[in-house]
Every structure is written in structure tokens, then in C-alpha cells.
């Protein structure tokens, strides 16, 4: 699903995207804003909380600059949703793995979404 990722730019399905996305295992791709630059907060991870995923991975910039909070974290968690964060280009790699494995698998795919922010 996801082709390629370098600072600023992922390649998914085909199409370059240079603002920071969400990823869902349906293949739709969205915009990700957050309403601080370099902290998820509870409002950032909403939007991928109500689609009841099964896991959220969130990339934290290429050198994790990112920081996710306590809060946001707590929030996923209480969810019953598993929460992966990593560096965006180990992110992606986890995103994939867990999307292509689920797609092999027979019965029910594995619901996971990706919120991968591009740069730093």
C-alpha cells in the first residue's frame, strides 16, 4: 500500500502526498492536521478512533520529533485500540506489515490506521 517514504513525501498507491496523512487499511487516504505541530493530542486521533480500528500507528516525523501525549496515548488505549509510535519510516514499514498480513489472512482483515506526520 504504502510504496515510498522520504522526508516530506509518501508514495501511496501510485499517488505522491507531501502534507501528513491518515492511511486507512481500505486504502483511503486523508489529510492529517494537527491542531499543535509537533504533539498529538486527544483531538488529532478522534477522526481514526471512530473508525474503530483494531490498531493505530503513528509516525512521528523522520527523527520522532513528534511527541504523542499521555492523554492521546490513554485515550487509543482505553479504546481497547493497540497503539504503535515510531519514527515515520519504521511506522510505515509496521503499517504495511500489519495491512499485507491481515490481507493474506483469510476471514476478517486486521482494521489498522496509519497517522504519519512527513517531515522532521
Not at 509518501?10 to 492511511?23: A, M, P, Y
Not at 504533539?39 to 520529533?65: C, H
Not at 497503539?83 to 503499517?95: L, R, Y
Request: hydrophobic share 35%; net charge negative.
Amino acid at each position: 500500500m504504502i510504496q515510498e517514504y522520504r522526508f516530506g513525501l509518501i508514495n501511496i498507491n501510485g499517488k505522491n502526498h507531501s502534507e501528513d496523512v491518515e492511511v486507512r487499511w481500505t486504502g483511503e487516504v486523508l489529510r492529517w492536521q494537527r491542531k499543535e505541530n509537533h504533539k498529538v493530542n486527544t483531538e488529532d486521533v478522534e477522526r481514526a478512533i471512530e473508525q474503530n480500528p483494531d490498531t493505530i500507528v503513528i509516525g512521528t516525523g523522520e527523527s520522532g520529533m513528534v511527541e504523542v501525549t499521555d492523554e492521546a496515548q490513554n485515550l487509543i488505549n482505553k479504546k481497547g485500540i493497540r497503539i504503535v509510535i515510531d519514527a515515520t519510516e519504521q511506522a510505515i514499514k509496521t503499517f504495511n506489515v500489519i495491512n499485507g498480513e491481515s490481507e493474506e489472512e483469510e476471514g476478517e482483515q486486521d482494521k489498522v490506521i496509519g497517522l504519519f506526520h512527513l517531515t522532521c
